[in-house]
T-cell receptor, first 112, second 113 residues
């Protein structure tokens, strides 16, 4: 199966600064990489995703980059706000399969 | 459009007792997943349904866990008997079909005492 590693496990930034979370995956057959945000007591919420035929995708303050050669992808949040504070999970899905393999999560704290 | 609905939100039971969780996926979503999330970890797949068929249940501990999705819509996940180590959040997710975005419910937090 797929093995997804995520770093860092915790991240604190000042409001307005940028935050970057990185993930690596093991299976070169993986072709879909979503990011989820999970607030306390809630289920994971899909915030952005990228497929392997694209190197970068942006949605307002959030962007994801993918390096297929190195098998890593990153989440970038710019102009962070206190409401961005949550646990963020990356995930990967293999071609032809339908199971998402998740990283262990990054707890982001945005300090006002 | 309503999201994935799960109930109950919280459940506390004594060990060796049975427990059941219910999930109503997003309308029209053929694929339904049950995930287990331990504290401080990412979700891990227990079982995946395509309509009413369980197509991936390799991670489901079949000695005590069972699931069903009889009409290809709602699903229930059951544990009998529950053990202390089953304390976790049980998440349900759905997607339109294979290869599409997966959306999660709020989860059921199970505490076994």
């Amino acid at each position: 199966g797929e093995n997804v590693e995520q770093h860092p496990s915790t991240l604190s930034v000042q409001e307005g600064d940028s935050a970057v979370i990185k993930c690596t995956y093991s299976d070169s057959a993986s072709n879909y990489f979503p990011w989820y945000k999970q607030e306390l007591g809630k289920g994971p919420q899909l915030i952005i995703d990228i497929r392997s035929n694209v190197g970068e995708k942006k949605d307002q303050r959030i962007a994801v980059t993918l390096n297929k050669t190195a098998k890593h992808f990153s989440l970038h949040i710019t102009e962070t706000q206190p409401e961005d504070s949550a646990v963020y999970f990356c995930a990967a899905r293999q071609t032809g399969a339908n199971n998402l393999f998740f990283g262990t999560g990054t707890r982001l704290t945005v300090i006002p | 459009e309503a999201g994935v609905v799960q109930s109950p939100r919280y459940k506390i039971i004594e060990k060796k007792q049975p427990v059941a969780f219910w999930c109503n996926p997003i309308s029209g979503h053929n694929t339904l997943y049950w995930y287990l999330q331990n504290l401080g970890q990412g979700p891990e797949l227990l079982i995946r349904y395509e309509n009413e068929e369980a197509v991936d249940d390799s991670q489901l501990p079949k000695d005590r866990f069972s699931a069903e999705r009889l009409k290809g819509v709602d699903s229930t996940l059951k544990i009998q008997p529950a053990e202390l180590g089953d304390s976790a959040v049980y998440l349900c997710a759905s997607s339109l079909n294979q290869g599409n975005k997966a959306f999660f419910g709020q989860g059921t937090r199970l505490t076994v005492v």
